[in-house]
């Protein structure tokens, strides 16, 4: 049924500016192009967009313009997410005149969308900023929704954590934890997409702001199933685009930089590449 809605957005929308193997990305004001796209199609929708802070991707706009903004493009995302589909919204901080220096955007958007919070996931990682008068910020907010709190995805098992620090412990013979792993917590540590001649990640873009792959494989496993359709508005990099095809599931993605989309298609030829060859030397080696 996916494939099914993967081609009916494109054939919808037109021709994408880039595609390969069930991923397509148009370069487009997701705005616009989701209001194009017919209701309940999406599986899940991960997305991390501008954070309205004067980054190089974005004008930056008066908070009020900015919030009625992310409250128009979260409504269409409810409206393309399928009953027992999910919405992964990944944002950081901003400063509110007079009120705050680093004001989590999750205070002032997470009841402005008709999805059902399940809860607020905190992403720290280790890498970052180092600041003088103030803390020095190390986290994100991730916040998990949900269509319909009695029927929808949550694959436990493919995220559990097999960290445990007594696997073979047992209660009246039985073990106690899950032989596959622990459930993680709501603190997700994952480290940050770094740059630098010495310390760059190895799926470093020239993207500003890029998204781990390990981050968004987490959400992707947890709330969709293979064959299912993955949305990112903000495409940026092409995270979600080259984790969705490492799953088996489909991708639409919007971006407005030629630029960026260049960096998405890039990695994923590469991906694809990687993929051929490690297949190729999986069968010489029969």
């Not at 193997?21 to 017919?38: F, H, N, R, S, T």
Request: hydrophobic share 35%; glycine share 6%.
């Amino acid at each position: 049924m996916s494939l099914e809605n993967f081609n009916k957005i494109k054939r919808i929308l037109g021709e994408p500016a880039f595609e390969v193997e069930g991923v397509a990305i148009y370069q487009e004001d997701c705005l616009e192009g989701m209001k194009k796209i017919p209701k309940e199609l999406v599986d899940l929708t991960i997305t991390s967009p501008p954070y309205n802070i004067g980054k190089e991707y974005e004008e930056l706009a008066k908070l009020d313009d900015y919030l009625e903004w992310c409250k128009r493009w979260m409504h269409e995302v409810y409206r393309v997410t399928v009953p027992h589909g999910t919405f992964w919204l990944n944002v950081g901080y901003l400063e509110v005149a007079g009120k705050g220096k680093a004001v989590p955007i999750p205070y002032l958007l997470w009841d402005k969308t008709d999805f059902y919070l399940i809860q607020e996931v905190v992403w720290n990682y280790s890498a970052g900023v180092a600041c003088r008068k103030r803390l020095s910020p190390r986290n994100e907010k991730i916040l998990w929704y949900v269509k319909d709190p009695e029927a929808y995805t949550f694959n436990l098992d493919d995220i559990r954590d097999p960290n445990v620090k007594y696997p073979n412990q047992k209660k009246n013979g039985k073990l106690k934890c899950n032989p596959l792993g622990k459930n993680p917590t709501d603190v997700w540590q994952i480290k940050k997409v770094t740059s630098g001649r010495n310390r760059a990640s190895s799926e470093r873009t020239p993207h500003p702001a890029q998204f781990p792959i390990d981050l968004v494989e987490r959400m992707i496993k947890a709330s969709s199933n293979e064959g299912e359709l993955i949305l990112d508005p903000f495409m940026g990099s092409g995270s979600t685009a080259e984790t969705a095809l490492a799953n088996g599931r489909y991708v639409i993605g919007f971006e407005l930089k030629n630029e960026y989309i260049g960096y998405a298609r890039d990695r994923i030829e590469n991906f694809i590449e990687n993929k051929i060859l490690l297949e190729a030397q999986q069968e010489l080696s029969f």
